[in-house]
């Protein structure tokens, strides 16, 4: 399994991100995937989740209404795309192979960082 997120960096509040993720090394389409991230100092949040086939998809509170996850399984390719986002969004964001459902994950990529800055 290999997971390589890209497309983090600055931004300012408000702003928007697109992260993708590049999935290889196993069936993507076949396996729910989720975003995490992590911030300095901090745990590991669940950001966003969506199902193989795209007809469950969930969200983070913190996160509800200004983030769109999506995929396109035929190019094994996850996105996330954040707006409005806030000083709080500064995180090493995480592409997540799922188990099952998403949300329970057993594979990470490195990360992509975003800073979000005034």
């Known amino acids: 399994v290999q997971l390589v997120e890209s497309g983090g960096g600055l931004a300012q509040p408000g702003g928007s991100l697109r992260l993708s993720c590049a999935a290889s090394?196993?069936?993507?389409?076949?396996?729910?995937m989720s975003w995490v991230r992590q911030a300095p100092g901090k745990g590991l949040e669940w950001v966003a989740g969506?199902?193989?086939?795209?007809?469950?998809?969930g969200y983070g509170d913190s996160v509800k209404g200004r983030c769109t996850i999506s995929r396109d399984n035929a190019r094994n390719m996850v996105y996330l795309q954040i707006n409005t986002v806030k000083p709080e969004d500064t995180a090493l964001y995480y592409c997540?192979?799922?188990?099952?459902?998403?949300?329970?994950?057993?594979?990470w990529g490195k990360g992509t960082l975003v800073t979000v800055i005034s």
């Open positions: 090394g196993f069936s993507a389409s076949e396996y729910a």
């Open positions: 997540a192979k799922d188990r099952g459902l998403y949300g329970d994950m057993d594979s």
């Open positions: 969506i199902g193989a086939d795209t007809s469950r998809i």
